[in-house]
């Protein structure tokens, strides 16, 4: 039988019963013989939820590598945005899609994908560095000012990502 979860199934006892008394009728085997033929279905892994406070649209204010903060390049507004358990936004130059979850304070980042743009190499250099931050983090913390830290740590450096909320605004 396939692993994958999209062979996986569960079927509730209140479906189970009447199924199981429809084959015993039918083929004549007793029950006891029957309900030791099935197998035994186990319960798929509970997700842990996502958490909520990090929902929403962010503005990088700014970035700090361990000691110093490190000078934004003007051009391009780099952003992320948490729904449910997908992180997406832009790096600058191009825009990223990925996953993340949660546990406490603590935050992980999978994996991030984004478009092929070419954009002036300093920007590209930015880019890099803010998606390998992302990449990399370990925690965040929430003020009540609506700003959002991330602490992250890669294989080459360790520093802060510093978001504002971003709030949507009116078209009027």
């Given at each position: 039988?396939?692993?994958?979860?999209?062979?996986?199934?569960?079927?509730?006892?209140?479906?189970?019963?009447?199924?199981?008394?429809l084959?015993?009728?039918?083929?004549?085997?007793?029950?006891?013989?029957?309900?030791?033929?099935?197998?035994?279905?186990?319960?798929?892994?509970?997700?842990?939820?996502?958490?909520?406070?990090?929902?929403?649209?962010?503005?990088?204010?700014?970035?700090?590598?361990?000691?110093?903060?490190?000078?934004?390049?003007?051009?391009?507004?780099?952003?992320?945005?948490?729904?449910?358990?997908?992180?997406?936004?832009?790096?600058?130059?191009?825009?990223?899609?990925?996953?993340?979850?949660?546990?406490?304070?603590?935050?992980?980042?999978?994996?991030?994908a984004?478009?092929?743009?070419?954009?002036?190499?300093?920007?590209?250099?930015q880019?890099?560095?803010?998606?390998?931050?992302?990449?990399?983090?370990?925690?965040?913390?929430?003020?009540?000012?609506?700003?959002?830290?991330?602490?992250?740590?890669?294989?080459?450096?360790?520093?802060?990502?510093?978001?504002?909320?971003?709030?949507?605004?009116?078209?009027?």
């Amino acid at each position: 039988m396939n692993d994958s979860p999209l062979f996986h199934c569960r079927f509730s006892q209140h479906l189970t019963r009447p199924i199981l008394a429809l084959i015993v009728g039918l083929s004549g085997i007793s029950v006891a013989n029957m309900a030791s033929a099935l197998p035994v279905l186990e319960q798929p892994p509970l997700l842990m939820a996502q958490s909520t406070a990090l929902a929403g649209n962010w503005r990088l204010a700014n970035m700090t590598e361990d000691p110093t903060p490190t000078p934004m390049v003007p051009a391009g507004e780099l952003t992320v945005e948490f729904a449910g358990d997908r992180i997406s936004g832009s790096g600058g130059c191009n825009r990223f899609t990925g996953s993340f979850n949660t546990e406490g304070n603590q935050l992980q980042v999978g994996p991030l994908a984004s478009t092929f743009k070419a954009c002036e190499q300093s920007i590209m250099d930015q880019e890099t560095r803010y998606l390998t931050a992302l990449q990399g983090a370990q925690r965040y913390e929430l003020d009540d000012q609506g700003q959002l830290t991330i602490f992250y740590q890669t294989e080459q450096t360790s520093g802060v990502l510093r978001f504002t909320n971003q709030t949507v605004r009116g078209m009027w």
